[in-house]
């Protein structure tokens, strides 16, 4: 059975983890969860100071409603998380990383800077598949929503090629709301962007602040901005190669298109294989294309 390590960037304690983890053991997975022992959201990939004469402290927790699930609290990013688990410092190494919950979307390149997606792209460079996860904002959270819709992508994990990450956005709606479900190209930038507050003591304070972009329908901050769920496949650390003349063989595969429906027949590609960045490839035509 594979085994599947859930973690996430808001903490042990975060509702999230909660639901996401109770999906998963309920369906029949084997889970361990090994998270962050307080908010450590923007961690990225970072592993933080690891030094040979200090220690983390880890604590065995009972996560509310996953009676039965192994849990345990870390004094770590959430990228250490993945490695210390890797490592086989919880039981058995996992196979597969699904981080979150989180709430509020991670879509375009800022990407970069989520912890949610960051502890997914750590599993990959330590030979994982991996799943990230994040809910639209919503008042109240739809986490089962998200949760829902993480067990249904799931499977095009686990038959994947190793390696290969999911980067998952759902709008902060009901299940029947959904509109379905959007293969998505990178937005510029996410659903907010950083700015400096105007202070005049000397200090800088950052914020968050909406952006009135208006995104591509085909990116993951348009789709979820139009009621879809929103998959786009990420790769951590690759060689990019020209394309063109020179380039090498294979090339981007170009019957799937951003924005197209997903289907039972995609595979998820393993990204760590070709040498060139592509989308995720289908077994058959698209229709109307």
Same mark, same amino acid.
């Given at each position: 059975?594979?085994?599947?390590?859930?973690?996430?960037?808001?903490?042990?304690?975060?509702?999230?983890?909660?639901?996401?983890?109770?999906?998963?053991?309920?369906?029949?997975?084997?889970?361990?969860?090994?998270? %962050?022992?307080?908010d450590r959201s923007g961690a990225g990939a970072a592993l933080g100071g690891l030094a040979a004469d200090e220690h983390l402290d880890a !604590?065995?927790?009972?996560?509310?409603?996953?009676?039965?699930?192994?849990?345990?609290?870390?004094?770590?990013?959430?990228?250490?998380?993945?490695?210390?688990?890797?490592? *086989?410092?919880? *039981?058995?190494?996992?196979?597969?990383?699904? $981080?979150?919950?989180?709430?509020?979307?991670?879509?375009?390149?800022?990407?970069?800077? $989520?912890?949610?997606?960051?502890?997914?792209?750590?599993? !990959?460079?330590?030979?994982?598949?991996?799943?990230?996860?994040?809910? *639209?904002?919503?008042?109240?959270?739809?986490?089962?929503?998200?949760?829902?819709?993480?067990?249904?992508?799931?499977?095009?994990v686990l038959d994947a090629p190793a390696r290969s990450v999911l980067n998952l956005n759902v709008p902060g709606v009901g299940y029947d709301?959904?509109?379905?479900?959007?293969?998505?190209?990178?937005? %510029?930038?996410?659903?907010?962007?950083?700015?400096?507050?105007?202070?005049?003591?000397?200090k800088l304070q950052f914020e968050l602040r909406a952006t009135d972009a208006v995104f591509p329908p085909d990116s993951d901050s348009g789709?979820?901005?139009?009621?879809?769920?929103?998959?786009?496949?990420?790769?951590?650390?690759?060689?990019?190669?020209?394309?063109?003349?020179?380039?090498?063989?294979?090339?981007?595969?170009?019957?799937?298109?951003?924005?197209?429906?997903?289907?039972?027949?995609?595979?998820?590609?393993?990204?760590?294989?070709?040498?060139?960045?592509?989308?995720?490839?289908?077994?058959?035509?698209?229709?109307?294309?």
């Amino acid at each position: 059975m594979t085994r599947i390590l859930v973690t996430n960037d808001d903490g042990v304690d975060a509702r999230g983890i909660h639901v996401l983890t109770a999906a998963l053991a309920r369906a029949g997975h084997d889970v361990v969860v090994v998270a %962050p022992d307080r908010d450590r959201s923007g961690a990225g990939a970072a592993l933080g100071g690891l030094a040979a004469d200090e220690h983390l402290d880890a !604590q065995r927790v009972e996560l509310p409603g996953c009676a039965g699930v192994p849990a345990f609290a870390l004094d770590a990013t959430p990228g250490l998380c993945v490695i210390a688990a890797r490592l *086989g410092a919880f *039981g058995d190494p996992p196979d597969v990383v699904v $981080s979150g919950i989180n709430p509020g979307p991670n879509t375009g390149r800022s990407v970069l800077h $989520s912890g949610t997606v960051g502890a997914a792209l750590t599993g !990959q460079g330590f030979g994982c598949s991996g799943l990230a996860v994040s809910l *639209g904002v919503s008042d109240p959270w739809h986490y089962d929503t998200a949760a829902r819709v993480a067990l249904d992508v799931l499977p095009m994990v686990l038959d994947a090629p190793a390696r290969s990450v999911l980067n998952l956005n759902v709008p902060g709606v009901g299940y029947d709301d959904l509109r379905g479900i959007r293969w998505a190209r990178l937005a %510029p930038f996410g659903t907010v962007r950083s700015a400096l507050a105007e202070r005049d003591d000397g200090k800088l304070q950052f914020e968050l602040r909406a952006t009135d972009a208006v995104f591509p329908p085909d990116s993951d901050s348009g789709l979820l901005r139009d009621g879809f769920a929103s998959l786009t496949t990420l790769v951590g650390v690759a060689e990019a190669w020209p394309e063109g003349p020179g380039a090498p063989a294979g090339g981007i595969e170009a019957n799937v298109v951003p924005g197209g429906a997903v289907e039972p027949a995609h595979p998820v590609p393993d990204a760590s294989a070709p040498r060139s960045l592509h989308r995720p490839s289908h077994g058959g035509a698209v229709p109307g294309a």
